[in-house]
T-cell receptor, first 112, second 118 residues
Framework: GNSVTQMEGPVTLSEEAFLTINCTYT??????LFWYVQYPGEGLQLLLK?????DKGSNKGFEATYRKETTSFHLEKGSVQVSDSAVYFC???????????FGAGTRLAVHP | DGGITQSPKYLFRKEGQNVTLSCEQN?????MYWYRQDPGQGLRLIYY???????QKGDIAEGYSVSREKKESFPLTVTSAQKNPTAFYLC?????????????????FGQGTRLTVV
């Protein structure tokens, strides 16, 4: 079946450090891939997306490249800020039903 | 402003009671979804609806019920049959592939309702 696997957290970094959060997926067909961010006590916000192989999604300094050969969609940011502290979810959507399948989430804590 | 509104933000339920969580969207989206989030876990799909008067069970539908009488509204009822209802509930909506010519669309989420059994 379709699934998403994320690296376990929490990830703790100092401000201005480089961030990588790994995400791999299993899916039939050609899924669309997403990263969502959740701040404490809030809903999820779309961070970036990619809809086909080799697409790069980017937003607010975050990037992720859709790698079909490795079935991966790793999230990166060159210099994190304290305000980036949140839970990050990788997700995929495949098929005609438009359902999203989420990973377990990775908590990021950035310290000054 | 267009968006999804969930209410209430916090809800307390006594054992054996049914409670209904509200979800309203003004984005003109056909598809709507309910997810459950438990601490430290990802989101699990409860129910989803692609069109008015139609909905399908997700992965954890037992103990829940929904209705879709209007395009804008997708309320979720947590029944007394749900043995462990304390969780954070998230509603989402999206266009369907093909709606307005869109091929791939993302989901937009409400701010969530935190349900606690007392």
């Amino acid at each position: 079946g379709n699934s998403v696997t994320q690296m376990e957290g929490p990830v703790t970094l100092s401000e201005e450090a480089f961030l990588t959060i790994n995400c791999t997926y299993t899916a039939t067909g050609y899924p669309s891939l997403f990263w969502y961010v959740q701040y404490p006590g809030e809903g999820l916000q779309l961070l970036l997306k990619a809809t086909k192989a080799d697409d790069k999604g980017s937003n607010k300094g975050f990037e992720a490249t859709y790698r079909k050969e490795t079935t991966s969609f790793h999230l990166e940011k060159g210099s994190v800020q304290v305000s980036d502290s949140a839970v990050y979810f990788c997700a995929l959507r495949t098929g005609g039903y438009n359902k999203l399948i989420f990973g377990a989430g990775t908590r990021l804590a950035v310290h000054p | 402003d267009g968006g999804i509104t969930q209410s209430p933000k916090y809800l307390f339920r006594k054992e054996g009671q049914n409670v209904t969580l509200s979800c309203e969207q003004n984005l003109n989206h056909d598809a709507m979804y309910w997810y459950r989030q438990d601490p430290g876990q990802g989101l699990r799909l409860i129910y989803y609806s692609q069109i008015v008067n139609d909905f399908q069970k997700g992965d954890i539908a037992e103990g829940y019920s929904v209705s879709r009488e209007k395009k804008e509204s997708f309320p979720l009822t947590v029944t007394s049959a749900q043995k462990n209802p304390t969780a954070f509930y998230l509603c989402a909506s999206s266009m369907m592939p093909g709606q307005r010519g869109q091929r791939n669309t993302e989901a937009f989420f409400g701010q969530g309702t935190r349900l606690t059994v007392v």
